[in-house]
């Protein structure tokens, strides 16, 4: 029987290496000596992550404050992020739908006025839109949800979901001398804050990604 809310009892791994076997990771954090875990009630990786999900809270607790090497690869294990209260996502909207259109609908199911409470950030392909809180919601979360649900917009059947809080930056314009130990020392510094870093992923055009601890 599971014990603890299955927050309590979920943790994610991050930049998984693409030739570390499923099966393998799944049995490892199944592995009370190996990695402190014990009964996982389920695993689902996407891409190089994954999320695990233990019997107890207790387990989950146990696995987090430990350190993880797997066939020479360290494993970042980490609480998954709480919700961010200030941000919701309107998700399936029609790209021919405009913005103003999207601001009076939110205004409209909310009861927010988009002067004083809300801004909205439109994805490219315009299918999603950020609503930015200027303060936290003040209603069910899960009644709204309902309420969109309901309410097709354009013509298109959207849904709202809350979005997780980041831990994570993203940096452009980046010289290709630049490696990933330098970018974890410079923001790990007084200069830049004196965050805790806790992993730099290099991309594509100059660019990467920062995760802190915090």
Known sequence: MAEGSLEERSLEIL?????????LLSLYFDNKRRSGGGSVVSFEKHGNHALVVFEDAETAARVVSKSHVLQNTKLT??????????????KGLSPQTSLDHVELYVENVTGMDCETDFILYESPKKDLVLVHLKKPLD???????????????????VTLEQVEST????????????????L?????????????VLAVSMLADGRAKVSFKD
């Open 15 to 23: 930049d998984i290496p693409d030739d570390l076997d499923d099966d």
């Open 77 to 90: 294990v980490r609480r998954k992020p709480p919700k961010d209260p200030g941000k919701l996502l309107l």
């Open 139 to 157: 209603r069910d979360f899960q009644m709204l949800q309902d309420e969109v649900s309901k309410k097709p917009l354009n013509g298109a059947k």
């Open 167 to 182: 831990d994570s930056i993203l940096v452009a314009n980046l010289s290709p001398a630049l490696t990933e130990d330098v």
């Open 184 to 196: 974890e020392l410079y923001f790990g510094s007084s200069r830049a804050g004196g965050a805790d």
